[in-house]
């Protein structure tokens, strides 16, 4: 018997796309909200219903050379590329520390037993406060890590490492600015503003 000689039922190409048209509706229903979305929801640059920016935070001023380039990527994603606001509503203290570790070592005959690739760990500790009377408005820790190879030649061995900081110093700008926003949007929900 061939597919030819199956009895064929009427609505056969009616259901599927009923079907189709059933999960259209369906997904209709569901609703997803960005984070930055607006409709009263806060979000960078943007007044929220309290009349204050989330973009007015001050980063302020860090040591090494690994906290700069996380601090200068913060300035740019919680201000959108135009420096530190003039009325800040929140400081942010930031305090990076970053380690290299050795990850793998492959041992063959001409590289001595010496490590071939390495990592780095970059965690950032945040403390936000309110400008007005100085109270901490929220703290917390985040980390990342970025990986690299380390070539026999001194030099490239530097620049893979330093090429590792860079990439970790900006995904961890990246989580910090979200974990910002979050304990923003928590403390003034929580605050009734």
């Given at each position: 018997?061939?597919?030819?000689?199956?009895?064929?039922?009427?609505?056969?190409?009616?259901?599927?796309?009923?079907?189709?048209?059933?999960?259209?509706?369906?997904?209709?229903?569901?609703?997803?909200?960005?984070?930055?979305?607006?409709?009263?929801?806060?979000?960078?640059?943007?007044?929220?219903?309290?009349?204050?920016?989330?973009?007015?935070?001050?980063?302020?001023?860090?040591?090494?050379?690994?906290?700069?380039?996380?601090?200068?990527?913060?300035?740019?994603?919680?201000?959108?590329?135009?420096?530190?606001?003039?009325?800040?509503?929140?400081?942010?203290?930031?305090?990076?520390?970053?380690?290299?570790?050795?990850?793998?070592?492959?041992?063959?005959?001409?590289?001595?037993e010496e490590p071939t690739a390495?990592?780095?760990?970059?965690?950032?500790?945040?403390?936000?406060?309110?400008?007005?009377?100085?109270?901490?408005?929220?703290?917390?820790?985040?980390?990342?890590?970025?990986?690299?190879?380390?070539?026999?030649?001194?030099?490239?061995?530097?620049?893979?490492?330093?090429?590792?900081?860079?990439?970790?110093?900006?995904?961890?700008?990246?989580?910090?600015?979200?974990?910002?926003?979050?304990?923003?949007r928590k403390a003034r929900g929580?605050?009734?503003?």
């Amino acid at each position: 018997m061939s597919s030819s000689d199956l009895p064929r039922h009427k609505y056969g190409r009616l259901l599927p796309a009923a079907a189709a048209f059933c999960a259209l509706l369906a997904l209709g229903g569901c609703k997803v909200q960005p984070l930055y979305g607006s409709a009263g929801r806060l979000e960078t640059g943007a007044v929220d219903p309290s009349g204050a920016r989330i973009a007015s935070m001050e980063f302020a001023p860090v040591g090494s050379r690994e906290a700069q380039q996380v601090r200068n990527h913060l300035i740019f994603l919680a201000n959108g590329g135009q420096g530190q606001p003039a009325n800040p509503a929140y400081k942010v203290e930031l305090s990076v520390i970053s380690q290299t570790e050795s990850v793998a070592v492959i041992q063959n005959a001409t590289q001595d037993e010496e490590p071939t690739a390495g990592g780095i760990v970059m965690t950032g500790t945040y403390t936000i406060r309110d400008v007005a009377d100085g109270s901490v408005v929220a703290t917390g820790t985040r980390a990342v890590s970025a990986s690299f190879d380390r070539p026999m030649q001194p030099f490239a061995d530097y620049r893979a490492e330093r090429d590792a900081q860079d990439r970790a110093a900006r995904e961890l700008a990246e989580v910090l600015h979200l974990a910002l926003v979050l304990d923003i949007r928590k403390a003034r929900g929580a605050g009734g503003s």
